[in-house]
């Protein structure tokens, strides 16, 4: 038998069993081909990635196209035509003996090829670069990675027969082998491939469902172990995440929810209602983040006293003193973040000098939003320690005018050291009661509020805030909030050219004391709206949280997280007072005139009432029907509880007034009885006392007298 060039030959004759014309032998198993020729040349080259060539792959696919063009049993008499090896058709064959070799023949001989087939059919081209070429060559393995003697010829078992069917891990190792594909051109047949699905998801689903049953199983014990207990979390937020597939049918997902609770109380330390106002905030996973942010230390930042020095040399100073900083990020020119310092970051010369100023970075985000401008008027209504008041002078270059409020007497000490190092002249610090201060003090271009708060995003500096805030505490400091935000409002003069802005702060990160603070001033104070911050980054605000709903305009506020931004959680709000005078909800702009008039003894002009009355209902009624009616909306439960206290305590004052207005009357008709009965008392007295005789006038009695003693002499 004649070789082949880099051909493995058989030994031993091979008897012939082709078919013939109207004969259809007994079909029997034969053994897996050999590689010969080009193509064992080639997959010896690829051996290695266990992948063919591309020349490897232009043989394999004229193979498999052959195997799946043969005609069916009693057909073999007429060959279709086919491309040569040089892409030319070939003409049918006159006979079987001549006809070409493939693999659907029933026969080891119809493997052997001769020495023209050799020469003619598996010859083989260079490949070129066209594009055509290497699309082909992507769907020939797209095409090939399903057939059944691609197991053999690539890494798979040898021996098998070339009428075995491929199972499901036949598929799954042509897959491994060849990369990627397109289910469209797969040639895996309908049922094969179902039960290939239907394996791999049972397999998938009973190892869900193992996990799924162990979950269940710890979910009722009663854990101690904070390693055990942190495992748990880890895997109640995992169930959260796919509820739907991991979950136990006999639990409910508040059953997750409350094991959660309880196991995050026991694990970071927080009181129940902190805990559950977390995971309102957050997904399940989110809020995890958000706990372990809180157990890690802020970095340390300082704020360049641009007034005193540059960042530049303040950095290489510090430097110099073995200070390891970076600049804070691009967003700030006067930030300088902190990693380690071999001296006291709070103690050296230059920070006695007031070459800069120890302020967390998320506190400069109320200041870079509220950007003041020289020779304006702005008011800090709560300015201790004075970080962001410092920094507001700063940016006003020491022009104009600040007002540093503080309600604490102690805190504004504070403020008076920290201007006084810093070198600032334009700052007046007085102590009011902020929400008194349009009394005392209006007609401001700017207002900052950094308003006290629960502290909930800064709870990495006070640990405290875990255990000792209740919902009570909440509830005051959200309505003390709203009060000093509608003074804030009313402290700023529309009319002014370059401000009219007020800026809303807080470092919690609840709703309560946020979006909840700032619909109220929007429903309240309909002559202010709301602006974009100009803050470079920050997450948006709540529109809708729960069950509440805010207006749409406040995805313009900005949230910063401790897991997110790498800072203190805070809260900025930007609004812009537009007019001076408004009309709250269900008062006319009218009655408020008629009242100011009437304080200032000017009537208002005939028919002024009836027209500013239409004017406000047309105004209320396309409020109500447009995109702002989300304005006008129902007091929430906890509002409600806020304003019946208050409403009990103004209604009580109201009786004490009364009875001690009461009482005043009985006194004076008291004392009007009094007096009265003195009156006839003094004048019976008179009446029964006798009349005394008169006296004679000494001028005439003393002659007699004289006239006596003479006679007597």
Not at 688 to 705: G, L, M
Request: aromatic fraction near 6%; hydrophobic fraction near 35%.
């Amino acid at each position: 038998m004649a070789k082949h060039d880099n051909t493995v030959s058989f030994e031993e004759p091979v008897e012939d069993t082709r078919r013939k014309r109207g004969n259809k032998p007994a079909k029997k198993k034969q053994a897996a081909p050999e590689i010969f020729g080009p193509l064992a040349v080639e997959m010896k080259k690829g051996a290695d990635n266990k992948k063919p060539g591309t020349r490897a792959r232009k043989l394999l696919r004229r193979m498999a196209h052959q195997s799946a063009a043969a005609p069916e049993a009693g057909e073999a008499s007429e060959a279709a035509p086919k491309k040569s090896a040089k892409g030319k058709k070939a003409k049918a064959p006159e006979s079987d003996s001549d006809s070409e070799p493939t693999l659907a023949s029933d026969s080891d001989d119809d493997l052997l090829p001769s020495e023209a087939d050799s020469d003619e059919e598996l010859s083989y081209e260079e490949p070129s670069d066209d594009d055509s070429d290497n699309e082909s060559d992507d769907d020939d393995i797209q095409s090939l990675r399903s057939k059944a003697p691609m197991k053999s010829l690539f890494g798979g078992a040898a021996g098998g027969s070339d009428d075995e069917e491929m199972d499901g891990s036949d598929g799954s190792d042509v897959e491994a082998d060849f990369g990627d594909h397109d289910d469209s051109d797969d040639h895996m047949s309908g049922d094969e491939s179902e039960l290939y699905s239907e394996e791999d998801e049972d397999e998938e689903t009973q190892r869900e469902r193992g996990e799924m049953e162990t979950l269940s199983l710890n979910l009722n014990e009663n854990i101690t172990d904070l390693a055990s207990v942190k495992q748990r979390i880890s895997d109640i937020v995992r169930i959260l995440g796919n509820f739907s597939k991991l979950r136990d049918p006999a639990l409910s997902r508040s059953d997750y929810v409350e094991q959660m609770v309880e196991d995050c109380c026991t694990y970071y330390g927080y009181s129940d209602f902190m805990m559950r106002l977390i995971l309102d905030l957050f997904p399940p996973a989110e809020a995890i983040e958000f706990l372990e942010a809180n157990e890690l230390p802020r970095p340390v930042v300082i704020r360049t006293n641009t007034l005193k020095t540059r960042r530049r040399d303040l950095a290489q100073t510090l430097i110099n003193r073995g200070v390891n900083l970076d600049p804070l990020g691009a967003w700030s020119k006067v930030g300088l973040q902190v990693f380690e310092s071999q001296v006291p970051i709070g103690a050296t010369p230059e920070y006695l000098a007031g070459h800069y100023m120890l302020q967390s970075a998320a506190s400069f985000m109320p200041v870079l939003a509220l950007a003041p401008r020289e020779h304006e008027r702005v008011l800090d209504m709560a300015a201790a320690p004075g970080g962001k008041t410092t920094y507001i002078a700063q940016l006003m270059k020491n022009t104009g005018f600040i007002v540093a409020n503080d309600a604490s007497k102690d805190r504004c000490r504070a403020v008076v050291g920290n201007v006084h190092r810093l070198g600032i002249r334009n700052i007046s610090t007085v102590n009011y009661d902020g929400r008194a201060f349009p009394k005392v003090m209006g007609g401001f271009d700017r207002v900052l509020l950094d308003a006290p708060c629960s502290g909930t995003g800064v709870i990495s500096k006070d640990p405290s805030v875990k255990t000792n805030k209740s919902i009570d505490d909440l509830r005051l400091l959200s309505h003390m909030q709203k009060e000093l935000i509608l003074a804030a409002i009313d402290s700023v003069d529309a009319s002014s050219k370059t401000g009219g802005v007020i800026v809303y702060s807080t470092c919690s990160v609840s709703v309560e004391e946020n979006e909840a603070v700032i619909d109220y001033a929007l429903r309240k104070r309909p002559n202010v709206r709301l602006v974009e911050t100009g803050l470079p980054f920050g997450q948006e605000g709540f529109v809708r949280h729960r069950e509440r709903r805010f207006h749409p305009s406040l995805k313009m506020t900005r949230r910063y997280y401790p897991h997110v931004h790498n800072m203190d959680g805070f809260y900025v709000a930007k609004l812009v007072k537009t007019s001076n005078v408004f009309a709250e909800p269900g008062k006319s702009v009218a009655a408020d005139k008629k009242k100011k008039s009437r304080a200032s003894g000017v009537l208002p002009a005939v028919g002024a009432e009836s027209a500013d009355a239409e004017a406000v209902s047309a105004q209320l009624l396309a409020a109500s029907s447009g995109d702002d009616a989300d304005q006008f909306v129902p007091l929430t439960a906890p509002e409600k509880v806020v304003f019946s206290a208050k409403k009990a305590a103004a209604e009580r004052r109201l009786q004490l007034k009364r009875e001690a207005l009461k009482r005043r009357r009985e006194e004076r008709i008291q004392a009007e009885k009094q007096q009265s009965a003195a009156a006839e008392t003094s004048e019976a007295d008179a009446t029964s006392k006798p009349k005394k005789k008169p006296v004679a006038d000494k001028p005439a009695a003393e002659p007699a007298k004289k006239k006596a003693r003479k006679q007597a002499d």
